[in-house]
């Protein structure tokens, strides 16, 4: 999973900010999320991915909307998972 600017994206935001931080999470859970379960071979397009991954609960408390896709089962643009995540305040 890495962050996108918007939802019609197809491929990676080149803010770095944004890739290094995505759900407000710290830079090794966005690694973590961006390429485990990768492994060996040719994987450019980060296909080799397993099916499942847990990262475990994480509690958000940046405020913000954050965008996303998948890195697998990805056709940029023919085949895409994407979604958007947006945390609120507490009340």
């Known amino acids: 999973m890495v962050a996108i600017?918007?939802?019609g994206d197809v491929k990676p935001t080149e803010d770095?900010?944004?890739l290094s931080s995505i759900l407000g999470l710290g830079a090794s859970?966005?690694?973590r999320l961006a390429?485990?379960?990768v492994s060996g071979?040719?994987?450019e397009y980060l296909q080799s991915a397993g099916a499942y991954f847990d990262l475990g609960l994480r509690?958000?408390?940046k405020e913000g909307k954050f965008m996303?896709?998948?890195t697998v089962n990805n056709r940029f643009g023919v085949r895409s998972q994407k979604g958007k995540v947006i945390v609120?305040?507490?009340k």
């Open 16 to 18: 770095l900010q944004k």
């Open 88 to 90: 609120n305040g507490r």
């Open 59 to 61: 509690q958000l408390n």
């Open 41 to 43: 071979g040719d994987n």
């Open 68 to 70: 996303f896709l998948s």
């Open 5 to 7: 600017d918007e939802l």
């Open 29 to 31: 859970d966005a690694m």
């Open 35 to 37: 390429f485990d379960g």
